[in-house]
């Protein structure tokens, strides 16, 4: 759903985290705010991602910058 955080676990941006911003016949639209910025989402395979349990906020999404300091921020909880 809008807002999830993901890992992908296949592909050029394996072990990534990315936010999910919608759905598309199967597969997950989801961005970085760099890569792959809110303007252009990448699809993905539903079965190339598996869910954190963390999720955004809608402020979060305003912005390119915004979201990537929110899920470098992800990146680091999840290190620990």
Known sequence: KRGDIVVST????KN????????????VLVVDGK???LERPKRKNE????????????????SNKSLRRALK????????
Do not use: N, W
């Open 16 to 27: 990534s985290f990315l936010a999910v911003i919608g759905l598309d016949e199967g597969y």
């Open 35 to 37: 890569r792959h910025p």
């Open 47 to 62: 079965k190339h991602i598996s869910l954190t349990g963390q999720s955004l906020k809608t402020e979060e999404f305003i």
């Open 73 to 80: 921020h992800c990146e680091i909880k999840e290190d620990f």
């Open 10 to 13: 296949a592909g050029r941006d």
